[in-house]
């Protein structure tokens, strides 16, 4: 494995790992910040640099479950947020005279529609965030 070249971002607000620095976003690729993750408040990005992304794992979180990859500082290691991979329709009970039809449905319409513009984006919990510049 080669050496790993950090990325230096330029902007009115450069958001960084809180324990190295390593810059990680800019405030122009900031999605929103109506997002909750484990030590608080979260932020959703378009795009990310300067991460390591963790195995695929499945979890269930208060708007479905999700497929995500935990994201570490790509200098110091440490965990930042995660990226969501994939999103799963919420499964709920039905009759087996419906089941069946349930499973051919569910081969093509996979995905909860009302989540799917978070695939391929990132969530940085903000207290492991600190301001750049």
Same mark, same amino acid.
Not at 76 to 95: D, H, M, N, Q, S
Not at 100 to 110: G, I, K, S
């Given at each position: 494995m080669g050496m790993?070249y ?12 809180s324990v190295?620095?390593?810059?990680l &976003?800019?405030? #122009?690729?900031?999605?929103?910040r109506?997002?909750?993750?484990? #030590?608080?408040?979260a932020?959703l990005?378009e795009?990310v640099v300067?991460?390591?992304?963790g195995e695929?794992m499945?979890?269930?979180m208060?708007?479905?479950? #999700?497929?995500?990859r ?9 965990t930042l947020?995660w !990226?969501?991979?994939?999103i799963?329709l919420?499964c709920?009970?039905?009759? &087996?005279?419906h089941?069946?039809a ?7 319409h ?6 799917k513009?978070?695939?391929? !984006?990132?969530i940085?919990?903000?207290?492991l965030?600190v301001?750049?510049q």
């Amino acid at each position: 494995m080669g050496m790993s070249y950090r990325r230096y971002l330029n902007g009115a607000r450069i958001y960084g790992c809180s324990v190295c620095r390593t810059h990680l &976003a800019t405030i #122009h690729s900031m999605i929103s910040r109506a997002f909750n993750g484990q #030590h608080g408040r979260a932020y959703l990005f378009e795009g990310v640099v300067n991460i390591v992304e963790g195995e695929p794992m499945d979890r269930q979180m208060t708007t479905g479950n #999700h497929t995500v990859r935990d994201i570490y500082c790509c200098k110091c290691g440490t965990t930042l947020g995660w !990226k969501y991979v994939r999103i799963y329709l919420t499964c709920f009970r039905i009759g &087996a005279a419906h089941r069946d039809a349930f499973r051919a449905t569910m081969q093509d319409h996979a995905y909860e529609t009302s989540q799917k513009y978070k695939e391929g !984006k990132y969530i940085l919990e903000r207290n492991l965030l600190v301001d750049v510049q």
